[in-house]
């Protein structure tokens, strides 16, 4: 139930900057009970020039109004610029990466808070005495701290807009979920992975199927309590369909096997179904491949005529291919066991050379013809295979060989002949295959 709220909440651009403007709002009305008494109770303690008069007070509220107003213009106008941008030279999936961003939905969310704050003060804050008390004199110092906020600001666009800063984000972003993910998976004595198709066999009973009962992606299954469901009811469950993949209304969600004929079966599927989330959005809290997809949606806009930064592509491509590497040391677990180590929950999960195909296919698409996206390609696959074990080591060159099937060696000049060879004789070195160049139909078959 956390976790689906988290997930609402992030999906909800206003809730950080509804908080601020509420707090400030908060602030505000706090302030005005104190003006109330400060002026009689404090004005031995409290500075003389914080007190302003009720003229004064409300020309300096006005001005600090119509200036936070332009500031609000500011940052939006650059919020715009920003969007265009990274829609145009990045990715259409990039667009909320920005919106998302917490210092992005700080920042409005104190220009309006500050704008609320003011507002109130200027309509409320006039008491009998002929002074505003101290609310003038707070939204100078908002002022100031927005003038501050919208330096900052500029200078935090300036550093986003950098497409290598980007991609660097996104990497370290990626490579925190894989962290998560592998030390849950390591502090556990639940779970385990492997080949999945090893412990479906031990799914028992005839198969019983629960259907989804809305269209969306799937963003998370909720794994503890599948378990105990699964427990409770004294069953196995298999989730099939691929975290990050679309479903529609009535298709199979969820296989139950090892069924009891007195079950109830609507109270089953109803907890089942609230164990799965399904969203408008592939989610990026569980779901580790959204990352890398996006480096792979700079990388294919990089490629594209209009753009034509392959310099770009070669980043990208590096950072996949250390992505790749990380997630090849430890894919995410999928089987979950009992007490009694019995698999209780299968949740099945992508092959290593899918996301080989993934990754890589529509970039050799539409950068095949270039020689240094097929080296870069061809170093993020050897450096996956330098630390990984016998199985990863057999896709990858798999993988290569499919990669390379249809080039045209005859149409390149003996330079890039030679280059290409060099590479594949590394990455033949570190899957441990025995390699001569002399053609590609000596090693594709």
């Given at each position: 139930?956390i ?5 609402w ?54 001005l ?149 009962a ?54 089953l ?36 005529p209009?753009?034509?930064d ?34 209780r ?57 499919y ?24 990455l ?18």
């Amino acid at each position: 139930m956390i976790r689906k709220l988290m997930i609402w909440v992030k999906g909800k651009l206003y809730i950080i900057p509804f908080l601020f403007g509420l707090s400030f709002a908060i602030f505000s009305v706090f302030l005005l009970y104190f003006d109330t008494i400060a002026y009689d109770r404090f004005s031995g303690i409290i500075p003389s020039w914080l007190f302003n008069t009720s003229a004064k007070s409300i020309t300096l509220v006005t001005l600090v109004i119509s200036s936070l107003v332009t500031m609000v213009t500011i940052t939006f106008s650059i919020m715009m610029v920003v969007l265009t941008i990274y829609g145009s030279q990045l990715s259409s999936r990039s667009l909320k990466d920005f919106l998302n961003k917490k210092i992005t939905l700080k920042i409005l969310g104190y220009y309006i808070g500050a704008l609320i704050f003011s507002l109130i003060q200027l309509n409320f804050g006039v008491n009998e005495n002929n002074a505003m008390g101290i609310g003038a004199t707070i939204c100078i110092f908002l002022l100031i701290i927005g003038v501050i906020v919208l330096i900052y600001f500029i200078h935090f666009i300036a550093k986003s807009i950098q497409i290598n800063l980007y991609i660097d984000d996104v990497t370290r972003e990626t490579m925190t979920l894989l962290e998560v993910s592998k030390k849950h998976v390591y502090s556990s004595i639940y779970i385990e992975g492997g080949n999945i198709e090893d412990y479906t066999k031990e799914l028992q009973g005839e198969q019983w199927e629960v259907l989804s009962a809305k269209s969306g992606y799937i963003q998370y299954y909720d794994r503890k309590k599948l378990l105990e469901i699964t427990k409770e009811f004294n069953i196995q469950v298999l989730c099939d369909i691929l975290i990050g993949e679309y479903i529609l209304p009535n298709e199979v969600l969820i296989k139950v096997y090892n069924r009891e004929a007195a079950l109830d079966e609507t109270a089953l599927t109803e907890k089942l179904l609230e164990a799965v989330f399904i969203g408008d959005e592939p989610d990026l809290f569980k779901d580790i491949s959204t990352g890398s997809k996006r480096i792979i949606d700079v990388a294919l806009k990089a490629l594209s005529p209009g753009i034509n930064d392959p310099s770009t592509a070669i980043t990208c491509i590096q950072k996949i291919g250390y992505l790749l590497l990380e997630i090849a040391k430890g894919l995410e677990a999928n089987v979950y066991l009992d007490e009694e180590e019995r698999v209780r929950v299968i949740i099945r999960s992508i092959s290593f050379h899918r996301l080989l195909y993934n990754h890589f296919y529509q970039i050799k698409h539409y950068g095949g013809k270039d020689m240094f996206i097929l080296e870069a390609i061809l170093t993020a696959l050897t450096k996956v295979a330098n630390e990984s074990n016998f199985d990863i080591k057999k896709q990858v060159w798999e993988f290569a060989k499919y990669l390379m099937v249809d080039i045209d060696l005859k149409s390149y000049h003996e330079m890039e002949q030679k280059m290409l060879s060099e590479r594949f004789y590394q990455l033949s070195r570190a899957v441990n295959v025995e390699y001569e160049f002399d053609g590609w139909k000596s090693w594709l078959i």
